[in-house]
């Protein structure tokens, strides 16, 4: 056969629509969202708010629930306001900030440690997965007393309790995603030479990670939740040691702010573990939807 | 290409060899009394009926299912364990999906230790081989099927395997593509000759590419008849209309038709039983 016969193939195939082009394509749809629906999802947020605005400042009382002490949007506003303006609120925020990001990072390394054993070795997943069922159901506030007990310092307590709330969703959507990695990969790459630590490597890691992205992204959140939980130990300061401060002195406004603040930070801290997932993951963002 | 040295010998020898599948009560005999020995540089084509266990002896042959009895052996040596001297395509492609085209080939030199510029221009050189040298920076998932079964080809070559397995590698592809991957193959064969078995169920595909087809039964699978194929090479489209072609086809239809009340089975894989919800 000719060189020729063997260009042909490639050059027919070629004509295909450019995968480059699709590529392009995919990650503008998942971008940019088109501007009626973006209006939408602005108007839902404003009647949120318009009925919170309503809710308190008629201080609607249905009998089960009352909105009598809950503070009204302005009052809030106000609040955070002047928390924004004080010098506290960057200690605060950087004091959360390294909380959180200590222990997320802590349950990152072990989670993904633990479950990439639980899910490439039976042994493992015997030995491990009893004790850690045991301890998922724990709620982070039961920990208090054990954290403080365990941990020379307040910081260091308050690192573990968030710790404590990433750590299983970590885990568990490790696990998932090393079960999952295809027993085909797997003979292929020991067939071209690939031993037992270049199989783990090469072929269950890739395949595991767009869990473990999901679980990170989740994990992330569950570290934010836990965060009023972890500061009710600490002396000074902290966003979620400034909710609960405000709850003991009674300031609702502030209590409201906190609480705000927190669900901003852990939003935003979720969304930027997907986008480092999905830079990570390049090969995802092809054709293949 | 000449960087790497060409494939010593690669002759398979199989002797009273049997493979056993499942556990307990379940398992039964596969394939059973397989005696056969493969000249080095053969093309030989296993032809049988779905189920019949082509797939499990070429399992057996990649080192990925162990025999129940007998033996087999690689120029002498037993074969155990998956080994790169031993390449196995699968009928889907098993293409690295986080890894481009041009990494995916390059990955059996990375487990060699070459180095990395090293092990690129070789890949370069084996995509070239396969016609796909425009596609090294894609990812698999932006090619075709046709196209991932050439870089799959191309990515077990790299290594110099002595023996090429192929399991219904074209089997999931159009009628055309099929006819275009099954002339790319002899070409690539004539090049850089190995041993090659290589599994279907079809009678054309078997007649045209083999030096030697064999015919085996249904399950419990035995080989039947050995058939061999004298067509001249290099080998045209219009040999599958050859009166000679049409008479071996002949025999091979009354061969594999199915007896009465002979229960059609489901296929297996080299990897041994297909598992419950795998694609």
Redesign the interface.
Same mark, same amino acid.
């Given at each position: 056969m000719s060189a020729g016969a063997l260009e042909a193939p490639g050059a027919t195939l070629a004509a295909r629509p450019d995968a480059k082009e699709r590529r392009r394509d995919g990650r503008d749809g998942h971008a940019r969202l088109p501007l009626r629906r973006l209006a939408i999802r602005a108007g839902a947020l404003g009647l949120g708010l318009l009925a919170w605005h309503l809710a308190a400042s008629q201080k609607v009382d249905l009998g089960l629930v009352t909105f009598g002490n809950v503070p009204a949007p302005a009052e809030v506003a106000r609040a955070a306001w002047s928390l924004a303006q004080s010098p506290k609120l960057g200690a605060h925020v950087g004091a959360s900030l390294a909380r959180v990001l200590g222990g997320f990072l802590g349950a990152l390394a072990l989670g993904i440690a633990l479950g990439l054993s639980i899910g490439r070795s039976r042994l493992a997943g015997d030995l491990l997965l009893p004790p850690l069922e045991v301890l998922r159901p724990i709620p982070a506030v039961a920990w208090i007393p054990l954290a403080i007990l365990m941990f020379p310092s307040s910081e260091a307590s308050m690192v573990f309790i968030t710790f404590t709330g990433a750590l299983f969703p970590i885990l568990l959507n490790t696990v998932h995603g090393a079960e999952a990695a295809s027993p085909r990969l797997v003979a292929s790459a020991r067939s071209l030479g690939a031993g037992r630590a270049a199989i783990l490597r090469e072929v269950v890691i890739p395949a595991a990670l767009p869990s473990i992205v999901t679980g990170a992204a989740i994990g992330m959140g569950t570290a934010w939740f836990c965060l009023v939980t972890a500061e009710m130990i600490s002396g000074q300061y902290g966003i979620g040691y400034f909710t609960w401060e405000s709850y003991t002195l009674q300031n609702y406004d502030d209590i409201v702010v906190g609480m705000l603040l927190i669900g901003l930070l852990g939003m935003g801290s979720s969304v930027a573990v997907r986008a480092l997932g999905r830079l990570a993951m390049p090969w995802t963002r092809g054709g293949r939807a | 290409m000449s960087a790497a040295p060409p494939p010593a010998a690669g002759r398979i020898e199989i002797a009273g060899a049997a493979i056993r599948l499942g556990t307990g009560a379940a398992a039964f005999e596969v394939v059973r009394d397989i005696d056969l020995a493969i000249a080095p540089r053969q093309f030989v084509c296993l032809l049988g009926p779905s189920g019949c266990g082509k797939s499990t002896l070429l399992g057996a042959l %990649? !080192? @990925?299912l162990g025999l129940a009895r007998g033996s087999l052996a690689l120029d002498g040596r037993p074969v155990a364990? *998956?080994?790169?001297e031993?390449?196995?395509v #699968?009928q @889907?492609h /098993?293409l690295? *999906?986080?890894?481009r085209v041009i990494d995916n080939v390059a #990955? !059996?030199p990375k =487990?060699?230790g070459v180095p990395r510029a090293e092990r690129l221009a070789r890949a370069r050189d084996f995509l070239a $081989? +396969?016609?796909? %040298? &425009? #596609?090294a920076e894609?990812?698999p998932?932006? $090619?075709?099927g046709? =196209?991932q079964q050439?870089v799959e080809i191309a990515? +077990?070559l790299i290594?110099r395997p002595r023996v090429l397995l192929m399991d219904e590698p074209f089997g999931a592809l159009d009628a055309q593509?099929r006819l =275009?991957m099954q002339? $790319?193959l002899? &070409?690539i064969w /004539?090049r850089l000759p190995t041993t090659v078995v290589f599994v279907t169920h079809d009678i054309d595909e078997a007649l045209f590419l083999g030096d030697r087809v064999l015919v085996m039964s249904a399950r419990p699978g035995r080989i039947l008849e050995d058939i061999p194929l004298a067509f001249p090479r290099?080998r045209g489209r219009d040999l599958v209309t050859a009166p000679d072609f049409v008479a071996l086809k002949r025999r091979c239809l009354d061969l594999l038709r199915p007896h009465d009340g002979q229960p059609s089975l489901p296929r297996l894989t *080299?990897?041994g039983l297909p $598992?419950p919800g795998?694609a």
């Open positions: - | %990649a !080192g @990925h364990g *998956p080994h790169p031993r390449g196995i #699968f @889907h /098993t690295l *999906p986080w890894r #990955f !059996g =487990m060699r $081989l +396969v016609g796909l %040298a &425009d #596609f894609r990812y998932s932006e $090619l075709s046709g =196209m050439r990515r +077990v290594n593509t =275009m002339e $790319l002899l &070409d /004539t290099p *080299p990897l $598992l795998a």
